[in-house]
């Protein structure tokens, strides 16, 4: 994803935003951004769940084996 944000200029991110203005209108910006923004938080909550429960099993397993 940063590559092609690389590529990206000064134009090209006026001309993107331009068009989302025009697509969705002012008013409706700032719900989607919204929206955005609690998708991503929900993705980070489900990744550190993950981590969380990837970490219990590890730590059961290592406790099962050093039992035998």
């Known amino acids: 994803m940063n590559s092609i944000l690389a590529f990206l200029g000064t134009q090209e991110i ?3 935003a331009i068009v989302v203005v025009l697509l ?4 409706k910006i ?4 919204r929206g955005v923004g609690s998708g991503i938080k929900e993705f980070k909550d489900g ?11 590890t730590d059961k397993k290592e406790i099962n084996s050093s039992d035998n």
């Open 14 to 16: 006026i001309i993107i």
């Open 24 to 27: 969705f209108g002012a008013k």
């Open 30 to 33: 700032p719900q989607l951004m």
């Open 47 to 57: 990744m550190k769940e993950g981590e969380k429960d990837s970490q219990e099993k």
